[in-house]
């Protein structure tokens, strides 16, 4: 009875989302406010049986109806409830359900935080998420319908993929989501501008939070995502360009662009075909990113059950709706104005450059990604590309856009001068030369790749502090209050600041755990020493332990320090009967300096083991540099002129902005 | 306290020692490290062709081990690694590889982006020329 | 007209796009065509199976026509292209080979055993050498070999009925000739 709620009500869900897409937009075209005030409504009471329907499905994983073929495939009753319940969304059906109810749930943000807006942009805006969410319904229903029932019921279920027993899983998905769906509101508001023919800087206003937003929802989600391989794989990588990587990739640097060309947008009502060109692309390479996960038309670790079908469902869907924007685009762009001037050499400038640099990132991303699919469809052949082309192409391009990046917020708006940022960054340079020399020849050896990546991540971080401390001094300049001048500095800055810091942080990170790492195959007998620098490991035998659903063995190392036990470790091997698969759980000793990683191998003769041993200098950097891009994010959604009580309120946080910034 | 703090060292120290006389030193797996390395930075490079989205390195599959079996071999008997790569190459094309070869057919693929870089910085100049130059520029497009 | 021009490029940019992923669709981004196509077969020596002491030489097949069917009595996909192996030696008198792809003697002459042995010899790859020349990465998978010793079909996975049809009987036609 349940799973049958749980269909009907996304049917009716998807009734409701023709109601909010089609009948306000034809409302606003003939003038009838009937039809314009529906979509509020029906934007609640599709969300409402969205939930309904997400209710349902994870109440049958929770009671273990394995007469549910989605829950059969996915779940099983010795799991966790934990996992039981994020199962939900580990298999095709049941994830194509979380991208609706996530869509859903931005919709209703979006009712509820657009109140001020004039009401047909309003109305636009609100119908096109309805058109958004339309299609993906309709997948659901028509292909993936997660409520589908097995009859006779399985006596128990074939669990979920151990890969994804994982506290991981129950994160990961949903944020990551959040952030890839986010993006439609972004697209939303340049669909109702272009509709509306009002890109102006109050729609770039408008866009702005949200996809800041979004953005730090996916800067999360991909940091989770990467943090889970690191330790769930067994091999300590953190980053394959894997192709379902770089569907989360791609929107992730062409949201970076769009919130930097936003800025240019929002302040000079300038470059609005390009930004409204952006917030376009942010989202379609949300979609073909779904798209190229869901049709199997590349192969991925991230193997949903693909089928041809379900490919051309997506692709028809995203010819109608990532074609029909660009068609709209093309429509509205050439009648859209310039906007205000400004020099070759300026804050605007510095924010333009970063766009070319993160869109032709962006471009490596994708060609490597299409390129295999391309070489195929017209017989050339099949190829491989991987991390030794990312490694070179994509850090090739990004490498001179880190360097802009200290050079950026430096730059006056309007008008900037080269020579005067030169002065004020010299010492932000002699640091980040003298870090690049004297950091990797005190961790053992200097290679161009480690100097150019501790250059760049110091000077990234250091134009960042002097950027703060100019800040301050100005203030100071005109008030001796340094408490209240550090307070005046609008959150929207810090959020900035904080950010770039992060993205020095990351890179040093990368750098050094490259550059740096070390790793050791050994064959250990129990009580063996392994040392690795002042390091040793002592394996003290393996345990055969029962798991929830699971056998493990698991393996005990004590990690001493100069005869000092610091950490005792415990990789372990889980044999998962059920599916009968092996799967590696590293342990890891994390640290702030390095990381120390164990995984076990094989068992040998004599009780001897086959053991992975790796130390990975600041690898923990890398996930800290996002969460501090992420609070950034935060910091800036969090500035007062996005607090929007009225209108009025916001003019004046507006104009204070701009008078304090001129 | 200092001597007593040396005490403790030294007793600590000689239980380390008592200990590893106990305890083995562990053993590499391989036997070669100079030729470990090498297979390390090389199958690093090379697709695993069961799991497909793996390295050659990373792999566990059996047809991994074969391949890595292989390739130590064939670097022990004193192949270059363009040798060897070329070996695999030759019996699962460039697929294997994880870096494409740069010829004609990936031009586009190693180039393109640079291409985005250049042209995208061309065409910012001169859309930035023509910001700083016209004053009148509001109603120059609309 | 001509000022919307420009602004269509990510549109054309995008349906360009829109067409290979179409195409994509209807590829198998897991299948590795092998190079060894058109090129002659490696040659290898191998014990064959149940015939202690003897050893094949593929060298000794030049002039025929014959198929080299990669198999193992672990591999699951195996049972699948068995009846059509059996079927292929019974009605269409193609002459099969079969490499015993990383498997023990014993399990493998208890799958023939059981369910019909449709080669004339099997050979067997242990330590899966010959697998490697040959750039088997998974099995089943089937080698046609003209007369010349030259590679000229590669089956990866299973032979279907269809595949026999289609591919490999018409195929085999052409090279007796």
Redesign the interface.
Known sequence: MIPEIGHFALILAFCFAIVQGIFPLYGVWKNQSGLMNLAVPAARAQFFFIAVAFICLDYSFYANDFSVLYVASNSNSHMPLAYRLAALWGGHEGSMLLWVSILAVWTIAVTLFVKDLPETFRVRLIAVMGLVSIGFLAFVIFTSNPFERLIPAALDGRDLNPLLQDPGMVFHPPVLYMGYVGFSVAFAFAIAALLDGRLDIAWARWTRPWTTAAWVFLTLGIAFGSKWAYYELGWGGWWFWDAVENASFMPWLVGTALIHSLAVTEKRDAFKVWTVLLSISAFSLSLLGTFLVRSGVLTSVHAFATDPGRGLFILIYLVVVIGGALLLFAFRAPSVGLGEKFDVVSRESMLLSNNVVLVAAAGSVLLGTMYPLLMDALGAGKISVGPPYFDAVFVAIMAPGLFLMGLGPLAKWKKASLPEIGTRLKLAGVISVVSALLIPFAMGKITLMTAVGVFLGVWVVSTTLILLRNRIKTRQAASANLLENIKGIPLAFYGMLLAHFGIGVFILGVTLVKGFESEQDLRMEVNDVAKVGNLAFQFKGVQELPGPNYLSSKGTFSVSSNGKEISVLHPEKRFYPVQGSVMTEADIDAGVIKDKYVSLGEPLENGAWSVRIYIKPFVQWIWMGAILMALGGILALADRRYRIVNKKAAKEAQDAQEAFEA | MKRFFMLVLLVFTFLQMSNAVVAGEAKPLAEDPVIEARLKAMSQELRCLVCQNTTLADSSAPLAEDLRKEIREQLRAGKTDKEVIDYLVARYGDFVRYRPPVNNETALLWFGPFLILIIGGFVLYRVLKKHAGNDEIQGEDA | MS??AK??I??AL??I??G????????D????????VGKPAPVFQAPILSEAGKTFNSADMKGKVWLLNVWASWCGACKDEHPVLMEMAKTNKIATYGLDY?DTDADAQAVLLAQGNPYKATFTDV???I????????VPETYVIDKAGVIRYKQIGPITDEILLTKIVPLLKELEK
């Open positions: 000022r919307m602004f269509l990510p549109l995008f349906l796009a829109v290979f992923l179409f195409k994509g669709l209807f590829l981004p897991h299948e590795v065509p092998s190079p060894l990383k330590e899966g050498k697998g490697i020349d040959y750039g088997v990465y998974g």
